[in-house]
């Protein structure tokens, strides 16, 4: 069964820098597998932040950006902000119609 | 903008049936793909399967044959069903579309509704 593995927590302080990985337990994470990032506050629903890699949705601000890193997808936060406390998923194109979300990062900006 | 809203019974039983509809409005349900995404009480979301308008699907392995995901576009709706469902199953579901420009990501979610099993 595929696995999709993010760190379970980040700290960052107010205008630091924080980056989240997402790895994929049969191997590395390419463009193929269409990487997209999503943040999520409690009791609400998920914002789409990043698609395919490094696409920001509309709306998103600059400080958001997505790569891959090695052979992880990642999100990283530069200047982070107090509103960026939030749980963050990355969502893979895993093969032949089948998606895994990974297992979820919470952020905590102090 | 789209708007998805999802709709069924808050309470299962054990061992029965969870069924689910999203209602879309806003839009037209063709030509696009839609999922439907869960999320357990204070746990990370899960991906439970998409379909086509067409009628074509795709569900999670992990769900061994228990899921089934219909379409109705006479109704822009569409709908999931859970057989044999657990506690386990006890989540908030939610219903999404994916992106009509690039479909590999979700670019519309509805709030999603809480479904307990319970006796």
């Known amino acids: 069964q595929t696995v999709v593995t993010q760190e379970p927590s980040f700290s960052v302080s107010p205008g630091g820098t924080v980056t989240l990985t997402c790895a994929l337990s049969s191997g590395s994470v390419t463009n193929g597998h269409y990487p997209s990032w999503y943040q999520q506050t409690p009791g609400q629903a998920p914002r789409t932040l990043i698609y395919?890699?490094?696409t920001r949705s509309s709306g998103v601000p600059g400080r958001f950006s997505g790569s891959i890193l090695g052979n992880k997808a990642a999100l990283t936060i530069t200047g982070a902000q107090a509103d960026d406390e939030s749980d963050y998923y990355c969502l893979l194109y895993v093969r032949s119609g089948i998606y895994a979300f990974g297992t979820g990062t919470k952020v905590t900006v102090l | 903008q789209v708007q998805l809203q999802e709709s069924g019974p808050g309470l299962v039983k054990p061992s029965e049936t969870l069924s689910l509809t999203c209602t879309v409005s806003?839009?037209?349900?063709?030509?696009?793909?839609w999922g439907w995404i869960r999320q357990p009480p204070g746990k990370g979301l899960e991906w439970i399967g998409y379909?086509?308008?067409?009628?074509?699907?795709s569900y999670n392995p992990s769900l061994k044959g228990r899921v089934t995901i219909s379409v109705d576009t006479s109704q822009n709706q569409f709908s999931l069903r859970l057989y044999s469902v657990t506690a386990a199953d006890t989540a908030v579901y939610s219903c999404?579309?994916?992106?009509?420009?690039?479909?590999?990501?979700?670019?519309?979610w509805g709030r999603g509704t809480l479904v307990a099993v319970s006796s």
């Open positions: 806003g839009g037209s349900i063709t030509p696009y793909y």
């Open positions: 999404a579309r994916y992106s009509p420009d690039n479909p590999k990501h979700f670019d519309s």
């Open positions: 379909i086509f308008y067409n009628g074509a699907t």
């Open positions: 395919s890699t490094n």
